[in-house]
């Protein structure tokens, strides 16, 4: 459920990018779908192969996506 809810926020930032060319709205979709990514590899993780660690692939996936939001913020603000 989470990851669908982020990929259709991203998908709606993404058509507002389209629209719009804010940069800042590219960054928050990509985001959002980095976040949808990383709920996907949860749920990967958790229930599909249990026994694989995905710890590190998820964290790596989520600190792009964090990253990529903060930088947004900081050109959009500077």
């Given at each position: ?25 590219l ?5 959002f ?46």
């Amino acid at each position: 459920m989470c990851a669908a809810t982020g990929l259709a926020c991203s998908v709606l930032l993404f058509r507002g990018y389209r629209r719009n060319g804010a940069r800042l709205l590219l960054l928050c979709g990509l985001f959002f779908l980095s976040l949808s990514l990383e709920n996907v590899l949860v749920f990967v993780n958790r229930i599909i192969v249990p026994d694989v660690d995905l710890e590190l692939l998820r964290t790596s996936v989520a600190l792009v996506g964090v990253s990529l939001f903060l930088v947004g913020l900081i050109w959009d603000v500077g």
